[in-house]
């Protein structure tokens, strides 16, 4: 258990609709990272958030937005829905303390299925 | 931007040795992941690598070479349980920012045979 958790672990929905996935990061990190992964695709990361600011955008879509709130935990939103946004997504944290290791702990992830 | 290359998959025979590579190209290097990803779970941290040379962690090793680009993942006495994608995945920090995310490889799977 990594301590990184993350609901819904399931959702399946329909295309055009809109989804939020939601992350509580490990006890004391203050950075939170969102990651899609698609069947046999490597991790593609979407965005950063660093004790609720934004920090870094990857291949995130214009459809799909974040945020972290005053508690740190994230929300990932998922509007106008297609069949190729169906993937696992994977939200992790980690310390965000300059030097060190910092290594990303991972959420069990979300599996979504547009149908 | 970066660029991750590891191979895609390998086969390895229970009790034996296996070494994964992954090359990379990224500036601002800051640091060498290897995580280990069971299908459909979530990746577990195996190691890290900042500067050159061997990190051992029990039955993994993990090499880095920053001048080459370079680094290896290498398991030992393989079990059955170690078939899993092992993915590279590099860090680079812009200091001001602060962005700390990885840029993963497409991951190697691994499929150890009795």
């Known amino acids: 258990d990594s301590g990184v958790t993350q609901t819904p672990k399931h959702l399946i929905t329909a295309t055009g609709q809109r989804v939020t996935l939601r992350c509580s990061p490990r006890?004391?990190?203050?950075?939170v990272y969102w990651y899609q992964q698609s069947l046999d695709q490597g991790l593609q990361f979407l965005i950063q958030?660093?004790?609720?600011?934004?920090?870094a955008k990857g291949n995130i879509l214009e459809r799909f937005s974040a945020q972290q709130f005053p508690d740190l935990h994230s929300e990932l939103n998922l509007s106008s829905l297609e069949l190729g946004d169906s993937a696992l997504y994977f939200c992790a944290s980690s310390g965000g303390t300059a030097g060190g290791t910092n290594e990303q702990f991972f959420g069990p992830g979300t599996r979504l299925t547009v149908l | 931007g970066q660029n991750i290359d590891q191979p895609t998959e390998m086969t390895a025979t229970e009790g034996a040795i296996v070494q994964i590579n992954c090359t990379y190209q990224?500036?601002?290097?800051?640091?060498l992941f290897w995580y280990q990803q069971h299908a459909g779970e979530a990746p577990t941290f195996l190691s890290y690598?900042?500067?050159?040379g061997l990190e051992e962690k029990g039955r993994f090793s993990s090499f880095l070479s920053r001048s080459k680009g370079y680094s290896y993942l290498l398991l030992k006495e393989l079990q059955m349980k170690d078939s899993a994608s092992y993915l590279c995945?590099?860090?680079?920090?812009?200091?001001?920012?602060?962005?700390?995310?990885?840029?993963f490889g497409s991951g190697t799977r691994l499929q150890v045979q009795p």
């Open positions: 690598n900042v500067l050159d």
């Open positions: 006890s004391g990190d203050l950075s």
């Open positions: 995945a590099v860090r680079d920090t812009q200091e001001d920012t602060g962005r700390r995310a990885l840029t």
């Open positions: 990224t500036s601002g290097f800051n640091g």
């Open positions: 958030y660093y004790n609720g600011e934004e920090r």
